[in-house]
C-alpha cells in the first residue's frame, strides 16, 4: 500500500489573528529561507481556512505570471496569490465577493500570503458566523496573550512616532523597518491610531503625533 503523506490542518482564524504570529523559517544558509509554520500560542499553522471580502485584484502583465487578491474579514488583510497558469483560478473572482479559501501558508520578503488550494465564493454572513465561531472556540488564555502582544507593539509605533516630532514626523515605511513585527500587524496598527485621531497624516506616507 502507498505511504500517503499526513495533510496539515487548515486552522480556521481571523486574518488579524493570523499575522500576531510568529513566522518561523527553516534553518538553513539560504537567504530565502522557507516559511516552516506560523507559531500562534500552542498551534503550529501550515494550512489555514479563511473566509473574507475580496478588496483588490492583480493580474502581472509581463512573462513571469502571477495574480493576487486581498482579502479582509474586518480583522486584517492577506493575500493569496497564484502563479502560472494557476491564475486561472482567479478568473471569475470580482472585487466584492466574499470567498471562503482553504491553502497553505508562504512568505515572501516577510509577507504572509496565502497559496490556495480550495476556493469557493459564500454569502457574506459567513464573515460573522465565522467570527462567532472562532469567539467560541479561542482559549481565553490566547486571546489575553495576543492582547499583550498587539498592545506591547501599539506602544512601540506611539513611542517612534513621538520620538520623530522634533523632525516632523516619520515615514510609515521607517516604521515598518524598524520594528520587528509582521508588516501587514504594524500597518493595521498605523491605521487604527489614525482611526482614532492619535495621529495624523500630515501628508501621504508620513505620520505625526497628535495625542
Known amino acids: 500500500m502507498a505511504d500517503f ?10 486574518i488579524g489573528d493570523l499575522l500576531r504570529g ?27 481556512n479563511i473566509i473574507g471580502n475580496v478588496v483588490d485584484k492583480f493580474e502581472s502583465e509581463g512573462e513571469r505570471k502571477f495574480a493576487s487578491i486581498t482579502l479582509d474579514d474586518g480583522s486584517g488583510q492577506i493575500r493569496a496569490r497564484v502563479f502560472g497558469e494557476d ?27 496565502i497559496l490556495p488550494e480550495i476556493m469557493k465564493k459564500a454569502d457574506p ?30 506602544d ?11 523632525r516632523e514626523g516619520i515615514d510609515k515605511e521607517e516604521i515598518i523597518m524598524k520594528l520587528k513585527a509582521n508588516p ?11 482611526e482614532e485621531g492619535i495621529i495624523y497624516e500630515p501628508r501621504p506616507g508620513r505620520v505625526r503625533y497628535l495625542g
Not at 500560542?41 to 489555514?48: A, T
Not at 491564475?87 to 500570503?113: A, P, V, W
Not at 512601540?156 to 522634533?166: H, Q, T
Open 22 to 48: 510568529k513566522q518561523i523559517f527553516e534553518q538553513n544558509q539560504n537567504p530565502n529561507q522557507r516559511l516552516q509554520f506560523i507559531e500562534l500560542g500552542n498551534r503550529r499553522i501550515l494550512r489555514v
Open 184 to 194: 501587514a500587524l504594524i500597518s493595521q496598527e498605523i491605521k487604527k491610531l489614525l
Open 125 to 154: 454572513k459567513y464573515l460573522l458566523v465565522r467570527k462567532l465561531e472562532i469567539e467560541k472556540e479561542m482559549p481565553k488564555q490566547l486571546t489575553q496573550e495576543q492582547r499583550q502582544e498587539v498592545k506591547a507593539l501599539r
Open 156 to 166: 512601540e509605533v506611539i513611542d517612534l512616532i513621538k520620538n520623530a516630532e522634533e
Open 87 to 113: 491564475i486561472s483560478k482567479f478568473k471569475d473572482i470580482s472585487q466584492g465577493d466574499t470567498l471562503l479559501i482553504i491553502g497553505l501558508l508562504r512568505s515572501f520578503n516577510q509577507e504572509l500570503y
Open 5 to 14: 503523506k499526513k495533510r496539515e490542518t487548515a486552522y480556521k482564524l481571523r
